[in-house]
């Protein structure tokens, strides 16, 4: 890595200029390193790119772009941005009100896209990779037919959550599968030969590393396309993050079991490296406290009917997922743990669960004699698997 690009800055500009070693006296200048020879074959590409493209790809497009429905007034990135292929939908989409930010290593490739849009989107040549830009800066962060080629993609995801406003989304876009952009490279070979999208469960990881959550992937024929959140909950300013993630037998709500206790299954809490510390003596622990964010649950809902009978129950007087903030939580029986992964059985969190806690369970201390829920106790049903 020794290209070494600056950004641009104009009145009014979201980029920052800070120098790459952190000199004082420098804070004001920044250097981004990007891996020269990607730079270089982007800046050769530059003339004939927009005739690569097919009206079909610009459609395909199109269609990503409608279906995130930014909010018109949204500050978006474009990361890789390019030719500014995506440059036109974004400014749709974000209206007068919006800012368009778009960011690439190649200055060929900007040259080109300033060409197209003049002053409507800020340009910045630069590597997502060391983002200069403020934290809590953007609304978006697109990152269309660029991510595979992004050499160390955990630190580019954590840029990413950085400069992204609390609750914040990343959208990772191509127009075809994943399938497709690998092969793809493969046949192109030389500088993007290697330059491949992971598969589905190491992309939910790299994302989980990062702390987003939410994330989901759609990927079919004519697009792949993950989305993820910056997490928008706080406590005394520190962002409330995942400290892993669960993997269990459950695909869907219709799936799980009412509560988990009454299953047999087993599933895998996996905690991410930075929070492993934490498991010291957890391994002496018979049964843990899991607490979990339902992240396909609604948080609209305030009333709901429940398993046990026709009635409306208020959200905070039963066990309901869907709430303002669908937090659950199960005791497990604790089974093995195993470099970061504790095998539990008595979860009844759906795959892919972002983990918030895990605490020692004590029949001491957490068992309350003569403790009822009243209406349920009053109902002919009874609390059943």
């Known amino acids: 890595m020794c290209g070494v690009l600056q950004s641009e800055q104009k009145g009014g ?36 790119w927009d005739s690569m493209l097919t009206e079909e790809v610009y459609n395909r497009l199109k269609r990503i772009i409608s279906s995130l429905k930014i909010k018109p007034g949204s500050v978006v990135l474009d990361v890789g941005t390019g030719t500014g292929v995506l440059l036109p939908f974004l400014l749709e989409a974000a209206g007068p ?55 160390d993609k955990l630190q580019a995801l954590k840029e990413i959550a950085r400069i992204l406003k609390p609750g914040g989304r990343l959208a990772v876009c191509h127009p075809m599968s994943r399938e497709a952009v690998n092969n793809l490279h493969r ?33 079919v024929a004519e697009m792949y396309l993950l989305t993820a959140r910056k997490p928008v909950l706080s406590c005394r300013e520190r962002e409330l993050v995942p400290i892993g993630i669960i993997h269990s037998p459950y695909r869907s709500t219709g799936e799980a079991p009412r509560q988990g206790r009454f299953s047999d299954q087993t599933a895998e809490l996996e905690v991410y490296p930075p929070f492993r510390e934490g498991l010291k003596d957890v391994e002496r622990a018979t049964h843990l406290v899991v607490l979990y964010w339902c992240h396909l649950a609604s948080r609209q809902t305030l009333q709901t009917r ?11 007087a039963c066990r309901s997922p869907a709430r303002p903030n669908p937090i659950a939580f199960c005791v497990a029986e604790l089974l093995e743990v195993k470099e970061g992964r504790l095998l539990v059985r008595g979860v009844d969190a759906l795959d892919k669960s972002p983990l918030l806690d895990i605490k020692p369970y004590s029949s001491a201390i957490d068992s309350v ?12 049903k009874k609390v059943k698997g």
């Open 97 to 151: 009100g919006g800012k368009i930010v778009a960011l690439d290593i190649a200055e060929k490739m900007l040259e080109i896209a300033r060409a197209k849009v003049g002053d409507r989107a800020e340009l910045v040549c630069g590597d997502i990779t060391a983002a200069p830009f403020a934290d809590g800066t953007f609304d978006e962060v697109i990152c269309n037919s660029c991510f595979p080629h992004v050499k």
């Open 187 to 219: 046949s192109l070979g030389g500088v993007v030969g290697d330059d491949l999208l992971p598969e589905h469960e190491e992309m939910h990881e790299l994302c989980g590393q990062a702390g987003f959550w939410q994330t989901a992937i759609t990927d």
């Open 13 to 48: 500009g979201l980029a920052e200029r800070r120098s790459v070693n952190g000199s004082k006296e420098r804070q004001q200048e920044r250097c981004f390193l990007v891996e020269n020879v990607h730079r270089e074959y982007f800046n050769q590409k530059a003339p004939q």
């Open 369 to 380: 004699a003569g403790a009822s829920i009243g209406w349920l106790e009053d109902g002919s």
């Open 306 to 316: 429940t398993p046990y009978g026709p009635e409306v129950r208020g959200v905070f």
